[in-house]
């Protein structure tokens, strides 16, 4: 054989671990061979009677890995070894190593979890903690545990923690370490220029390299915007390059052309995003550039949508990267940062597991028939938060009753190989005979780029639609099969005559909590029905849409920006979704009464609103308690409260009024809409929920008014600082000797002048008489001339006469 890989050195250890156990963790670094040997070397053995599977993260390495390995056995693809992507397969009756993407393996073994006729489960890669790479594992090995105790299963992977996935697959299970044959790296740190843009210090550092090194060279940048914008800077630095993008957007051929060299032996600029990390080996390439950028997707909870973030590339990928310049040689990897910053990098980036929307992943295990993912064998197991958010979608969705187990129309949507969301579309539209529409539809938003850019989907579907490109074609294809799978599936339930309904509303049906409502006049802010709030750029020709259903937004939850949607009518909603459309009865406070309305809603947007004419009584009354107690010192009568609490009567306070409202409030407020309720019926109200030794307790320790030796009467005051108090004219004081007293407290007597003006405050009267009395007097006396002022008050009968008027009388 004339390839010579490091991996073949360990491989008598693997195949014997094998033959003893089921399982195996192999770890090699990157270009010792694992990828594109291993698989080949299990043919042979005796425990091997089916297919090998090898599964692959991206749809790019499987196919690469493939052909690589049908190219060292000699042979074309869909021979001995085959392939099978979404969007490309070869295989035969004689294939017996396939290479399948992640996602594909995990329908394969949701279909059949005896998984029959294969024998090895490879799965490569597996340090990235892809979704789909976790979930398959785990049903992998549930099904090696249950159903297959001869499965082997494998973990391959250049970086991964080995002893952590050995202990997954079992406590015995072997180890096997390659130290693979690296050649010499040199890492030149070119350090980081935030005023330059990334495309720009790319370009510079890729200009940098083709001067002074050897070789096609590697750059890495995080999305397809900053590739086509570093080509575009190439273009006018280096016109004689040969310049290919590589990502998942490009067609094969053209990732064949970035992987392969250059056949008439030009030299190679090949601008990747992180497909190009792991598995792919590219020949010829000796020089990496890397942005120091990773882009990934993350599941924003609250917003109910997955964006695309921006991070700082960790440790490992970086590791990863650099790797690729020293597979067939000695290479050179630049460095867009500086060295020292390097350790302050996260070492891996997070599995899938806590950023993605577990929503597939959910359904798959109920369709697994497992309810509580705990169950399974995890490396992370699934947060619980998230496992809620995806149960509610799936609910929504009608895939998940409320015990979570798999409904008929949950097998319906498992049925398809892609997300709910998008089966539901199409499903929908298989029941009205728009399967075909509908699965374009979801397919544009999972294939980014397709039909190009641009918000309105529509316009991206009838510019697809024209594409006659051979990824185009390919698409086409596969939404035709994801079509005729939706009609298999609906059967009978199909639709057989009618209209087919708009664009918006197959969308709407995968999607019915983004169905939005313009808010404003330029149309910049929405509201959808989910209770998000979203927002597009004026300059969209959807702004002028009242209605719009988001397939895709970009952003945080609150304000996230519309990237993906199609407008909608309302007359659509009422005539395609009735059933999402509810009549009830709103009532709303104005901030000072309730009003009743009548309202048509789909969920957080309002359709339609008028005045109820016969609005729920009880309801109204039941908002007005729950308005009166969230402030009730503004309701309740301060006074008598005050006076129950100083009495020390139970009965009257907070706590207990509030839970036993629905007995003394409500009846007041039957036929109101405020709480502008007489003083008199409240204390009455709240008077009759007291029994008699209360009342009792209540008038004799804390009675409502004080009397005077005049006859006068005075309301006593609870509420102040300096309780029990009254105000009171001094002359009706006269003749009284000893204090005044509430309960065993002496009554604080405000005392004031004939013109109600303060004097003083005293809880001594007797002391007061014989104190400062006298000054007081004076003052008077000089101010108030016509009335009495004795010298020895406590003598003198009281009166509130003046000094004439008091004289008659007692003449």
Same mark, same amino acid.
């Given at each position: 054989?004339?390839?010579?890989?490091?991996?073949?050195?360990?491989?008598?250890?693997?195949?014997?671990?094998?033959?003893?156990?089921?399982?195996?963790?192999?770890?090699?670094?990157?270009?010792?061979?694992?990828?594109?040997?291993?698989?080949?070397?299990?043919?042979?053995?005796?425990?091997?009677?089916?297919?090998?599977?090898?599964?692959?993260?991206?749809?790019?390495?499987?196919?690469?890995?493939?052909?690589?390995?049908?190219?060292?056995?000699?042979?074309?693809?869909?021979?001995?070894?085959?392939?099978?992507?979404?969007?490309?397969?070869?295989?035969?009756?004689?294939?017996?190593?396939?290479?399948?993407?992640?996602?594909?393996?995990?329908?394969?073994?949701?279909?059949?979890?005896?998984?029959?006729?294969?024998?090895?489960?490879?799965?490569?890669?597996?340090?990235?903690?892809?979704?789909?790479?976790?979930?398959?594992?785990?049903?992998?090995?549930?099904?090696?545990?249950?159903?297959?105790?001869?499965?082997?299963?494998?973990?391959?992977?250049?970086?991964?923690?080995?002893?952590?996935?050995?202990?997954?697959?079992?406590?015995?299970?072997?180890?096997?370490?390659?130290?693979?044959?690296?050649?010499?790296?040199?890492?030149?740190?070119?350090?980081?220029?935030?005023?330059?843009?990334?495309?720009?210090?790319?370009?510079?550092?890729?200009?940098?390299?083709?001067?002074?090194?050897?070789?096609?060279?590697?750059?890495?940048?995080?999305?397809?915007?900053?590739?086509?914008?570093?080509?575009?800077?190439?273009?006018?630095?280096?016109?004689?390059?040969?310049?290919?993008?590589?990502?998942?957007?490009?067609?094969?051929?053209?990732?064949?052309?970035?992987?392969?060299?250059?056949?008439?032996?030009?030299?190679?600029?090949?601008?990747?995003?992180?497909?190009?990390?792991?598995?792919?080996?590219?020949?010829?390439?000796?020089?990496?550039?890397?942005?120091?950028?990773?882009?990934?997707?993350?599941?924003?909870?609250?917003?109910?949508?997955?964006?695309?973030?921006?991070?700082?590339?960790?440790?490992?990928?970086?590791?990863?990267?650099?790797?690729?310049?020293?597979?067939?040689?000695?290479?050179?990897?630049?460095?867009?940062?500086?060295?020292?910053?390097?350790?302050?990098?996260?070492?891996?980036?997070?599995?899938?597991?806590?950023?993605?929307?577990?929503?597939?992943?959910?359904?798959?295990?109920?369709?697994?028939?497992?309810?509580?993912?705990?169950?399974?064998?995890?490396?992370?197991?699934?947060?619980?938060?998230?496992?809620?958010?995806?149960?509610?979608?799936?609910?929504?969705?009608?895939?998940?009753?409320?015990?979570?187990?798999?409904?008929?129309?949950?097998?319906?949507?498992?049925?398809?190989?892609?997300?709910?969301?998008?089966?539901?579309?199409?499903?929908?539209?298989?029941?009205?005979?728009?399967?075909?529409?509908?699965?374009?539809?979801?397919?544009?938003?999972?294939?980014?780029?397709?039909?190009?850019?641009?918000?309105?989907?529509?316009?991206?579907?009838? %510019? &697809?639609?024209? $594409? @006659?490109?051979?990824?185009?074609?390919?698409? #086409?294809?596969? !939404?035709?099969?994801? =079509? *005729?799978?939706?009609?298999?599936?609906?059967?009978?339930?199909?639709?057989?005559?009618?209209?087919?309904?708009?664009?918006?509303?197959?969308?709407?049906?995968?999607?019915?909590?983004?169905?939005?409502?313009?808010?404003?006049?330029?149309?910049?802010?929405?509201?959808?029905?989910?209770?998000?709030?979203?927002?597009?750029?004026?300059?969209?020709?959807?702004?002028?849409?009242?209605?719009?259903?988001?397939?895709?937004?970009?952003?945080?939850?609150?304000?996230?920006?519309?990237?993906?949607?199609?407008?909608?009518?309302?007359?659509?909603?009422?005539?395609?979704?009735?059933?999402?459309?509810?009549?009830?009865?709103?009532? %709303? &406070?104005?901030? $000072? @009464?309730?009003?009743?309305?009548?309202?048509? #809603?789909?969920? !957080?947007?309002?359709? =339609? *609103?008028?005045?109820?004419?016969?609005?729920?009584?009880?309801?109204?009354?039941?908002?007005?308690?729950?308005?009166?107690?969230?402030?009730?010192?503004?309701?309740?009568?301060?006074?008598?409260?005050?006076?129950?609490?100083?009495?020390?009567?139970?009965?009257?306070?907070?706590?207990?009024?509030?839970?036993?409202?629905?007995?003394?409030?409500?009846?007041?407020?039957?036929?109101?809409?405020?709480?502008?309720?007489?003083?008199?019926?409240?204390?009455?109200?709240?008077?009759?929920?007291?029994?008699?030794?209360?009342?009792?307790?209540?008038?004799?320790?804390?009675?409502?008014?004080?009397?005077?030796?005049?006859?006068?009467?005075?309301?006593? $005051?609870?509420?102040?600082?300096?309780?029990?108090?009254?105000?009171?004219?001094?002359?009706?004081?006269?003749?009284?000797?000893?204090?005044?007293?509430?309960?065993?407290?002496?009554?604080?007597?405000?005392?004031?002048?004939?013109?109600?003006?303060?004097?003083?405050?005293?809880?001594?009267?007797?002391?007061?008489?014989?104190?400062?009395?006298?000054?007081?007097?004076?003052?008077?006396?000089?101010?108030?001339?016509?009335?009495?002022?004795?010298?020895?008050?406590?003598?003198?009968?009281?009166?509130?006469?003046?000094?004439?008027?008091?004289?008659?009388?007692?003449?």
């Amino acid at each position: 054989m004339s390839y010579d890989l490091p991996i073949y050195s360990v491989l008598p250890d693997l195949l014997a671990a094998l033959r003893k156990q089921t399982g195996a963790v192999l770890v090699a670094p990157p270009g010792a061979g694992k990828t594109t040997a291993v698989a080949p070397a299990l043919i042979g053995e005796e425990w091997c009677t089916g297919t090998i599977i090898l599964t692959s993260p991206r749809r790019v390495a499987a196919r690469a890995a493939a052909e690589r390995m049908a190219e060292m056995l000699g042979e074309k693809p869909g021979e001995t070894i085959g392939y099978l992507t979404r969007l490309d397969s070869k295989r035969s009756s004689r294939t017996q190593v396939l290479v399948v993407t992640e996602a594909i393996f995990v329908n394969t073994i949701l279909a059949d979890p005896e998984l029959t006729g294969i024998s090895a489960v490879l799965f490569d890669e597996a340090h990235e903690r892809h979704l789909d790479s976790d979930l398959g594992l785990a049903l992998a090995l549930e099904s090696r545990g249950v159903l297959r105790e001869d499965l082997r299963v494998l973990v391959m992977s250049a970086t991964i923690d080995g002893a952590r996935f050995a202990q997954l697959l079992g406590q015995d299970t072997a180890i096997v370490e390659s130290e693979g044959g690296a050649y010499p790296l040199r890492i030149e740190w070119l350090g980081s220029s935030p005023q330059l843009p990334v495309e720009d210090a790319v370009a510079q550092a890729v200009a940098t390299a083709w001067r002074e090194e050897d070789g096609d060279i590697l750059a890495f940048l995080p999305g397809v915007r900053e590739i086509e914008r570093v080509r575009e800077r190439l273009e006018t630095r280096l016109p004689s390059a040969l310049t290919l993008p590589l990502h998942g957007q490009v067609d094969p051929a053209g990732q064949r052309a970035a992987i392969r060299r250059d056949p008439a032996g030009h030299r190679r600029i090949v601008l990747a995003t992180a497909i190009a990390e792991t598995s792919l080996t590219l020949d010829g390439v000796t020089v990496v550039v890397d942005a120091g950028l990773s882009r990934r997707a993350e599941f924003d909870r609250a917003a109910g949508t997955t964006h695309l973030v921006t991070h700082r590339a960790s440790q490992a990928a970086a590791a990863q990267r650099a790797g690729r310049a020293a597979r067939q040689g000695p290479g050179v990897a630049y460095r867009l940062w500086e060295e020292g910053g390097h350790g302050g990098r996260q070492p891996y980036d997070p599995p899938e597991m806590v950023t993605a929307d577990l929503a597939p992943l959910v359904l798959g295990l109920a369709q697994w028939g497992t309810v509580d993912p705990a169950s399974l064998q995890w490396l992370d197991p699934p947060p619980v938060a998230s496992v809620s958010a995806a149960r509610s979608t799936l609910e929504a969705l009608g895939a998940l009753d409320s015990e979570g187990r798999i409904t008929a129309r949950g097998e319906q949507l498992a049925g398809l190989p892609l997300d709910p969301r998008g089966a539901a579309t199409i499903l929908f539209g298989a029941g009205h005979g728009a399967e075909a529409q509908a699965a374009q539809i979801a397919l544009l938003l999972q294939e980014r780029g397709l039909g190009g850019r641009g918000e309105d989907l529509e316009a991206r579907l009838s %510019r &697809w639609k024209a $594409d @006659r490109s051979a990824r185009a074609e390919a698409s #086409r294809k596969l !939404a035709g099969r994801w =079509a *005729r799978s939706a009609r298999g599936l609906i059967g009978a339930q199909a639709a057989q005559n009618g209209d087919e309904p708009p664009l918006g509303i197959l969308l709407a049906a995968g999607r019915p909590e983004f169905i939005a409502k313009r808010r404003d006049a330029s149309g910049e802010n929405w509201i959808a029905a989910g209770g998000r709030g979203f927002v597009l750029d004026t300059a969209s020709p959807l702004a002028r849409a009242q209605f719009l259903v988001v397939g895709d937004a970009q952003g945080q939850a609150k304000g996230a920006r519309i990237t993906a949607a199609i407008a909608l009518e309302e007359a659509d909603l009422e005539r395609w979704l009735p059933d999402r459309i509810e009549r009830r009865q709103v009532l %709303r &406070w104005t901030g $000072d @009464r309730v009003e009743a309305l009548l309202e048509r #809603r789909l969920g !957080a947007i309002t359709l =339609a *609103r008028g005045p109820d004419p016969t609005p729920d009584a009880q309801a109204i009354v039941d908002m007005l308690v729950d308005k009166a107690l969230e402030n009730p010192a503004e309701l309740l009568p301060a006074e008598l409260l005050a006076r129950a609490s100083y009495a020390g009567v139970e009965g009257l306070a907070s706590v207990g009024l509030a839970q036993t409202a629905d007995l003394w409030l409500a009846p007041l407020l039957q036929g109101r809409r405020d709480l502008n309720l007489p003083k008199g019926k409240l204390v009455d109200a709240l008077l009759g929920q007291l029994d008699w030794d209360s009342r009792q307790r209540l008038d004799r320790l804390a009675p409502r008014e004080f009397t005077s030796p005049a006859g006068t009467t005075h309301r006593i $005051d609870y509420t102040g600082d300096d309780t029990p108090s009254v105000e009171v004219r001094v002359q009706a004081l006269f003749g009284l000797e000893r204090h005044p007293v509430v309960g065993d407290t002496p009554l604080l007597l405000k005392l004031t002048s004939p013109a109600g003006r303060p004097i003083q405050s005293t809880r001594d009267l007797p002391g007061f008489w014989r104190g400062s009395w006298t000054d007081v007097r004076k003052d008077m006396k000089g101010r108030y001339p016509k009335h009495r002022w004795p010298e020895e008050p406590w003598a003198e009968k009281p009166s509130l006469k003046t000094k004439n008027a008091f004289s008659r009388s007692e003449g």
